[in-house]
């Protein structure tokens, strides 16, 4: 529920700016909703399932690409 939360968070962020920061960020968000309510409703076995890794795996990166690629020095035009 907080990850669908953060979802609409950054949605209404990014509607606002049009940054693309903020859609990456919702869409990781959104991918983790989604990842916890069908693990939620599948018998998993446990933690060390490559699934799990997987979605985290997915999750991270479109949090990390957008953040170092807005730190990243301007070029000169």
Known sequence: MASFVAVLFFLRFYRQTRDILFLLFALAFGVDSVF???????????????????????????????????????RPS
Do not use: C, H, S, W
Not at 36 to 65: C, H, K, N, S, W
């Open 36 to 74: 916890r309510v069908l693990a939620g409703m599948d018998q998993v076995r446990g933690e060390a399932e490559p699934l799990f890794y997987i979605a985290r795996l997915t999750t991270f990166a479109l949090i990390i690409v957008p953040i170092v690629q807005k730190n990243r020095p301007a």
